[in-house]
């Protein structure tokens, strides 16, 4: 595998300075991920298809604590809007106490859960930073 994957680089070195882009590479790839046999990109709601994506990046996080032995920090970008309430309390409980997580949001007035009230909150408002109280 790791030929494979040094010709391909090689091959596609010259295009790839040429366009000032890589061409080839694992972060190139596509994944797509099934329930029940159906493809949660093409079949998936919203909210399945975000909660796909939000498991690969805490199975991601365990890798990363396995093989480097320190936890990395999570950035969340306005997802718990996203997620129905259900989908919300079972991310919040996964990284509570076990992650440290930045989650930005434009209103956390719907989300009621235990994280949030421990939570250091802070407002950006026309550019200012404040923290809430």
């Known amino acids: 595998m790791e030929k494979i994957i040094s010709q391909k680089l090689h091959e596609a070195k010259r295009r790839e300075l040429e366009r000032g882009v ?23 709601s919203q909210g399945q298809q ?3 994506a939000l498991s690969l ?3 991601e996080i365990e890798l990363v604590k396995q093989e480097v032995g320190e936890t990395p920090v999570l950035l969340l970008d306005d ?3 996203e997620l129905d ?5 079972h991310l ?22 235990e ?8 407002e950006v408002d026309a550019g200012t930073v404040f923290k809430r109280e």
Do not use: C, W
């Open 22 to 44: 890589t061409l080839v590479g694992p972060h190139r790839d596509d994944l797509h991920f099934f329930v029940n046999g159906y493809d949660i990109q093409t079949y998936g």
């Open 50 to 52: 975000r909660t796909t």
């Open 57 to 59: 990046k805490l199975a």
């Open 79 to 81: 997802v718990l809007s």
């Open 85 to 89: 309430d259900y989908r919300q309390s």
């Open 92 to 113: 919040l409980n996964t990284m509570q106490g076990q992650v440290q997580t930045f989650v930005t949001t434009t209103n956390i007035s719907g989300i009621d859960h």
């Open 115 to 122: 994280t949030i009230r421990h939570a250091e909150l802070f």
